[in-house]
């Protein structure tokens, strides 16, 4: 378990399920597989996040417009973008 931003504490367990040979060809650090898109950054810990998802699935919301134009479009929780996952891996190389 590890704690990011320690001003939101966001708290994340890791869990190993399986190690996989080496692959030569592949860049490493790399992510095979996960679940669900990560909150945004700076969105305000846990209770900020269910404001947010709360105010970007309700376009009657007063904070909708607002949320979107923030996040840069749309935001679908349920998403995890692999590609974009291992480009920022890649990134702190």
């Known amino acids: 378990m ?3 931003d320690f001003g939101d504490s966001w708290q994340h367990v890791l869990v190993v399920e ?4 080496i692959e030569e060809a592949a860049r490493y650090p790399i992510c095979v597989a996960g679940a ?3 909150p ?3 969105v305000g810990g846990i209770l900020g996040y269910e404001d947010f998802l709360e105010a970007v699935e309700e376009p009657q919301h007063p ?5 979107l ?3 840069g479009g749309d935001f679908d929780p349920e998403v995890l973008d692999l590609d974009k996952v291992n ?3 890649r990134a702190i190389r």
């Open 18 to 21: 399986k190690t996989l040979p």
């Open 40 to 42: 945004p950054e700076d």
């Open 87 to 89: 480009r920022l891996l």
């Open 63 to 67: 904070e909708h417009g607002q949320f």
């Open 69 to 71: 134009e923030w996040i």
């Open 36 to 38: 669900r898109a990560c």
């Open 2 to 4: 590890y704690e990011y």
